[in-house]
Structure formats: structure tokens, C-alpha cells
């Protein structure tokens, strides 16, 4: 049972556009939400992340939009660059310290930015 | 860069060897978790630790198992390798910031290859 799904296994968006990935979940109990990112022969690294108390959090040229009612968030890159190539994951967790804490992640979507 | 250390980086092994892969970290975080990533699988938790001497299972858990005798270091035992756990290993550490968790940071990975 698949609870943090990621639809789209890649997309290409040109630079200087907005790159939108999408990201759905199905447990409830899910109130803290994460993006990573990937580059070949590295490990994920932290990106941005929302907590359900909140329906957007930005951080530069990025930017999450959570969307409780649906189980979906998304991740808006503007302007996209082409360092931003590499694989995106989507990940999922309960918030409060004391529980534990197990991070779901989806499928992941890469994403090339062309010149 | 978060204080974590995954060793070996790559291991190539025959199939029916015991493997001990090794995660090390600095930052006395409570959380400690082994994921897989595999193509069109994302990241798979296979165990995780809450604490020293407390671990449970992740989704993937069969065929692999943990130690964690101490607060910076979290083992993962392949007891018997087999090709279908060839994959990049990674480990990721967690933290608690007041009430809440905190995002995970990962290690840079663990090839491992089972001939």
C-alpha cells in the first residue's frame, strides 16, 4: 500500500519556467510533509517542508502547497534552473517528537530543466 | 553538512555472505533509519532506531536486521546476502526540536552489489 504517491516518474520544463510536482498521500494521520531532492551518487538532501497547520511555506524559488482536504502537495520551482535537474521526493510524517516518526517517501519524480 | 557517515561506500559480496553496513553520526539525534532506493521504488524504510537498544521494522524489513548499542552508531545485518538486495543503502538521522520532530538528513549511500 503505496501512502505517499508521486504520479509523474519524470518531467522536463524549460529554464527560466515553473516546474510543478505533485505529490498525493492517503494516511491521515500524515501532518508533516517534506521535499528532498536527489542528485546522482548523493544522498537526499532537505529541501523545503510544511506542516498541516499551513496551506503554503516558501523558501526562495521555492514554494509548497498543501491541500489537506485532498491529500495533495506540490512543489513550485520559478524560476527553474538547470542545476534544479535531479530526482524529487515527496515525503510524509507525523510531527509530534515522541511518536516514531517514520518518514514515508514516494516514488520520486526527476525533473530536467532544458536551456 | 549534518555529522553522517555511511561505511562502506561500496561493497560488492556473494550471495550467501553475511553484510554489515555501518552508519556513524555526530549529532546525537534520536532517530536513526535504513532506507533502500530502488528504481521505480523510491526510498524503502527497512529499519529504523527511536533510540538505543529500541529498533522496529520498516516496510522492507525481511532478510535484514539492526543493532543499536549506541546513540551514534546503527548497524544494518544482511544475514544472508541475496542479488535481490543489491541497492543503495542509506541512512538517515532525525532530531526533536521542542514538541516537534525535525527533517532527516541523509547519508551520502552505500552501494552494495551481491554477485
Known amino acids: 500500500d503505496q501512502q505517499v504517491k508521486q504520479n509523474s516518474p519524470s518531467l522536463s520544463v524549460q529554464e527560466g519556467r515553473i516546474s510543478i510536482l505533485n505529490c498525493d498521500y492517503t494516511n491521515s494521520m500524515f501532518d508533516y510533509f517534506l521535499w528532498y531532492k536527489k542528485y546522482p551518487a548523493e544522498g537526499p538532501t532537505f529541501l523545503i517542508s510544511?506542516?498541516?497547520?499551513?496551506d503554503k511555506n516558501e523558501d526562495g524559488r521555492f514554494t509548497v502547497f498543501l491541500n489537506k482536504s485532498a491529500k495533495h502537495l506540490s512543489l513550485h520551482i520559478v524560476p527553474s534552473q538547470p542545476g534544479d535537474s535531479a530526482v524529487y521526493f515527496c515525503a510524509a510524517s507525523a510531527s509530534r517528537a515522541g511518536t516514531a516518526s517514520k518518514l514515508t517517501f514516494g516514488t520520486g519524480t526527476r525533473l530536467q530543466v532544458t536551456l | 553538512d549534518a555529522g553522517i557517515t555511511q561505511s562502506p561506500r561500496h561493497k560488492v559480496t556473494e550471495t550467501g555472505t553475511p553484510v554489515t553496513l555501518r552508519c556513524h553520526q555526530t549529532?546525537?539525534?534520536?532517530?536513526m533509519y535504513w532506507y533502500r532506493q530502488d528504481p521505480g521504488h523510491g526510498l524503502r524504510l527497512i529499519h529504523y532506531?527511536?533510540?538505543?537498544?529500541?529498533?522496529d521494522k520498516g516496510e522492507v524489513s525481511d532478510g535484514y536486521s539492526v543493532s543499536r548499542s549506541k546513540t551514534e552508531d546503527f548497524l544494518l545485518t544482511l544475514e544472508s546476502a541475496t542479488s535481490s538486495q543489491t541497492s543503495v543503502y542509506f541512512c538517515?538521522?532525525?532530531?526533536?526540536?521542542?514538541?516537534?520532530?525535525?527533517?532527516?538528513?541523509f547519508g551520502q549511500g552505500t552501494r552494495l552489489t551481491v554477485v
Open positions: 510544511i506542516s498541516s497547520i499551513k
Open positions: 532506531s527511536y533510540g538505543v537498544k529500541d529498533t
Open positions: 538517515a538521522i532525525r532530531g526533536i526540536l521542542g514538541q516537534k520532530n525535525t527533517e532527516a538528513f
Open positions: 549529532e546525537n539525534h534520536r532517530y
